[in-house]
């Protein structure tokens, strides 16, 4: 169990680092370039950057590749080559900063500011998102990723979700611990 926890872990990795750079690595130009949407509202809201989105795929890719030179040839490897690793990598952070724009574009649709919260949004769809595109690699994981697997990893990006939004909010990276 605790090895099948692991090989998961490792797995959803690119998509947990690609979802947090942004934070560190984002600002700049917004990636709606400040448009509305046809409601009137800003499609994403100025939060959503051209270089967080860069950071989050670049930073999946590099997660990837890093995980693809050192668990490959140890017994927590997951794929059946070292370049399914690079895939994974950028289908998970392309999936991960993708899933949160459409959760920003829902937050919007339902009047959120920036910085609010929004359950379920703000924790999960990233990883859902990620999932779906992470799915194109499915056939070269050595293992299966069952829906009790999925279950499990919902609980913990909500939980890592929490710590890490809190650890931004006192590392003063974020304006609120959510």
Same mark, same amino acid.
Request: glycine share 10%.
């Given at each position: ?11 959803? !990795? ?6 947090? !750079? ?19 509202? #800003?499609?994403? +809201?100025?939060?959503?950057?051209? #270089?967080?989105?860069? $950071? ?9 590749? =890093? ?9 927590? /490897? ?5 370049? $399914?690793? =690079?895939?994974? +990598? ?20 339902? /009047? #959120?500011?920036?910085?609010? $919260? ?5 924790? =999960? ?34 939980? !890592?979700?929490?710590?890490? /939004? ?13």
């Amino acid at each position: 169990m605790v090895f099948h926890f692991i090989q998961l872990f490792i797995f959803i !990795l690119p998509a947990y680092v690609a979802n947090s !750079l942004p934070v560190l690595l984002g600002h700049g130009t917004p990636i709606d370039l400040n448009k509305n949407f046809i409601d009137g509202k #800003r499609i994403f +809201g100025p939060g959503k950057t051209v #270089r967080g989105f860069v $950071s989050a795929v670049v930073g999946g890719f590099f997660i990837g590749g =890093i995980l693809g030179l050192f668990i490959f040839n140890t017994p927590y /490897n997951i794929f059946n080559s070292q370049m $399914s690793y =690079i895939y994974s +990598g950028v289908l998970l952070g392309f999936g991960a900063i993708f899933g949160d724009l459409c959760g920003s574009f829902l937050k919007r649709r339902f /009047n #959120r500011e920036r910085g609010t $919260s929004m359950f379920f949004i703000d924790e =999960i769809i990233f990883l859902l998102i990620a999932l779906l595109f992470g799915s194109f690699v499915f056939d070269s994981l050595l293992f299966t990723l069952s829906f009790v697997d999925v279950l499990i990893l919902i609980i913990i990006t909500f939980t !890592l979700h929490k710590i890490a /939004n809190l650890l931004a909010y006192i590392f003063k990276l974020k304006n609120v611990p959510w």
